[in-house]
């Protein structure tokens, strides 16, 4: 920047020489390596809100986190501050809580807009490159319900226990499987098996038995694996 401005002084005297003096003003714009400086707080909290003879102790908790993610909430990659807000209200002596966490994401280029909004009804938040996941804990030894979105907070999908995930890199193809157990008053519906490319292209396969009720299976969903006709293919 020295040399820049040097070069330009020599030069302006060069002129003068043969012209008349001009009143003129240089401006050099130069890099300030914090001018895209950002902050941002959030502010965490416990309050006790009642007591209850059954309940017991009825209390409230708030919690903000930050991290730095890589996602690609369009179709490029970026990176993003993710802002993390969970809210749990739960009871001493009752199982299970009810959370809600909404996560804020915004571009490191540009931390002053908002890139992405979402709050859901959940124990565990989980972003991912393309889709972000949600993870609600079964209660009383219940299987986890999970489900999987895409960046237009559309549903994937959504199943019990696990959900398998298989991916051809080349081709750009994600498949997700799952397995939902039956809750109908039909009892020879086992469940359903649900297979899904992406929001809109999915499928399902009902589980029915005449022979084996529901009410005699396990709680649990089966296990589910994925195998190639190819080999090699994992």
Known sequence: MKSLIFFTLIFAGLSGCNNAPKNETKSFKSHDPLKNAYADSGQSSFK????DSAKGYNF??????????YLSLQKDLNEYIAKFTSTTNSSTEVEGQNKTIEVQLKSLENPEGLA??????????ILETNYYKTIK?????AEDEISIYDYNKNEIISGDGT???AEIPNARINLFVAYKRNDTKDTTILGTVIYSYNSSDKYSITVKSDNIQRTKCSPFAPEISLTSEKAGNT
């Open 60 to 69: 409230e908790t708030k919690e903000v986190n930050y991290k730095v993610v």
């Open 116 to 125: 992405f909004d979402v709050s859901e009804y959940c124990d565990e938040f």
């Open 48 to 51: 006790i809100l009642k007591y």
């Open 137 to 141: 804990h079964g209660c009383c030894g």
């Open 163 to 165: 959900i398998i995930k």
